[in-house]
């Protein structure tokens, strides 16, 4: 996927990492929750990514701990990395949102059990956007987090702001357009 290679490769252009550390930092940055990626994915990717050439590790020791492989980008590697981020930065944006799912079939719910699904979508909304604060709370005054990584946080937090004010009109008007699917304007 080449999402994942994009992370990987980028987080290598910075800094030579091991497998562990770039998970770590994935998990630190939460970019799971922006991108499709998991911990198994990352370590099968450095290892991909390394037959095809694109990284190279070595295995160091530190002191009594076990040997680690760190990884750096090859010449190979900065070349796809751009390539990449050329590549999808010129597709048009899809916005995934698993809920959507539901949002389309709502209309075919009693009306109880579609307030249920919506009430459920409210929370994780709420959920979400309360994660969102205190993340970008805890990062804000972090030198280390550029301020285009604290743009995604924005980013994601003016989604949830959006999402927030579209299920409140949901529940204003729950029974309007029923045969087809309810759009409601966000201001």
Known sequence: MATID????????????????IQKLVEYRKIS???????????KKVLQLEKKGLVEGKPIKEGSFAEKTVYSLTEAGKQEFEMLMLQISSKPIHMYLDFNAVVVNIMSL???QRKLCISNIEKNIKAMKKELEENIAAKEELSEISE????????????????????????????????????????
């Open 33 to 43: 929750k922006w991108v499709k990626i998991s911990t198994p994915s990352i370590y």
């Open 148 to 187: 285009l990584g604290k743009a995604v946080l924005y980013q994601q937090y003016a989604l949830t702001d959006a999402l927030e004010k579209w299920i409140e009109s949901l529940e204003e008007e729950p029974e309007k357009n029923k045969n087809s699917l309810y759009i409601s304007k966000v201001k």
């Open 110 to 112: 009693p009306a109880e």
């Open 6 to 21: 994009l992370i990987v490769l980028g987080m290598l252009r910075k800094e030579s990492l091991s497998a562990y550390d």
